[in-house]
C-alpha cells in the first residue's frame, strides 16, 4: 500500500518520543447506536487517526479534523459493526489522503488489511493492533504504543462485552481473547469501547479485570451466560454488515 512505511509488522513500538506531551484525544458519540468515535493525534507532526467512525457523523468528524488542524491518515474499524455502517469510506472523499482501515480476517473492503501485530503509526505515536476475535473473527483491540488506553471495540464494553450469537461469534473464543490480549494490560491502562448504553465514557484495566459482571466468571460459566442472553437482532443489521463489507463507501460517487 502507500505509505507502506509506517506500517511495521509483527512488533510492538517503543514509547514514544519528543516532547512528552500526551496524545491529543476527542471522544465522539453517535446517539442512534450509542457509538463511540475516537479521534487521536500527535500535536507535533499534526498527523491523526479516527477509531470507528460512523456514516451519520462523518461530516461532524471531518469538520473537527479539520479545526484542529490534523491530517487524518487512517479511518480505523475495530470490525466489521452490525449495528451501523462505518464512515470510513465517506473520509476518504471528505478528507483526501485518509485510507480506510480494518482487519484481514473480517472479510471486508479496505484501503489496508491489518494483522495482528500491525503497528498504525500517526507522528510520535502508533497504536498496536491485538486480534482480539469472538464477537466477530476480525475483531481487533488498538493499544497507544504507551500502554496507556487501549480501545477495545465490542471485545471488552464497560462492565459487559459485545454479544456472540451472530456475524460467527464465539463467547469461547471471545473469553480468552479478553483475558490474554486486553487483560494482561497494565491494571491503570484506560479502556475505551466501541459503544456504551448507561451513560459511561471510560474504565480501565483493573476496574474490568476485578468488576465486570461477565467476565470475572470461568471461562465455562461465561459460555453459559452468553448462550442465555437471547438479545434481539440489531435493527441495522441486514443493511449494515453488508455496507461495512465494502468498508461503507468504496467509491466516492461520481
Same mark, same amino acid.
Given at each position: ?20 506531551? $500526551? ?31 460512523? %456514516? ?37 472523499? %471528505? ?20 494483522? !495482528? ?19 466477530? &473473527? ?15 471495540? !465490542?471485545? %471488552? ?28 494490560? $497494565? ?25 465486570? $459482571?461477565?467476565?470475572? %466468571? ?33 467509491? $466516492? &460517487?461520481?
Amino acid at each position: 500500500m502507500a505509505g507502506s512505511v509506517l506500517k511495521i509488522a509483527g512488533r510492538r513500538l517503543s514509547q514514544h518520543t519528543g516532547s512528552g506531551a $500526551p496524545v491529543l484525544l476527542r471522544q465522539m458519540f453517535e446517539p442512534k447506536s450509542c457509538t463511540y468515535t475516537y479521534l487521536l493525534g500527535d500535536r507535533e507532526s499534526r498527523e491523526a487517526v479516527l477509531i470507528d467512525p460512523v %456514516l451519520e457523523t462523518a461530516q461532524r468528524d471531518a469538520q473537527l479534523v479539520k479545526e484542529l488542524g490534523l491530517r487524518l491518515l487512517y479511518a480505523v474499524n475495530t470490525h466489521c459493526h452490525a449495528d451501523h455502517i462505518t464512515g470510513s469510506g465517506l473520509l476518504r472523499s %471528505l478528507l483526501p489522503g485518509c485510507q480506510s482501515v480494518i482487519s484481514r480476517l473480517s472479510g471486508a473492503q479496505a484501503d489496508w488489511h491489518i494483522e !495482528d501485530g500491525d503497528s498504525i503509526q500517526f507522528g510520535r505515536f502508533a497504536l498496536e493492533t491485538r486480534a482480539s476475535p469472538g464477537h466477530t &473473527p476480525g475483531c481487533v483491540t488498538f493499544v497507544l504504543n504507551d500502554h496507556s488506553m487501549a480501545f477495545t471495540g !465490542d471485545a %471488552l464494553l464497560i462492565r459487559g462485552c459485545g454479544r456472540t450469537d451472530f456475524q460467527q461469534g464465539c463467547a469461547e473464543t471471545l473469553y480468552h481473547s479478553v483475558h490474554e490480549k486486553i487483560f494482561t494490560l $497494565p491494571g491503570n491502562c484506560l479502556i475505551y469501547p466501541a459503544h456504551d448504553y448507561h451513560g459511561l465514557t471510560v474504565s480501565t484495566v483493573e476496574e474490568e479485570r476485578t468488576l465486570n $459482571p461477565r467476565l470475572t %466468571l470461568s471461562c465455562e460459566e461465561f459460555v453459559k451466560v452468553m448462550d442465555k442472553l437471547n438479545l434481539p437482532k440489531p435493527q441495522q443489521i441486514d443493511f449494515a454488515v453488508p455496507a461495512n463489507m465494502r468498508c461503507g463507501i468504496q467509491t $466516492p &460517487p461520481s
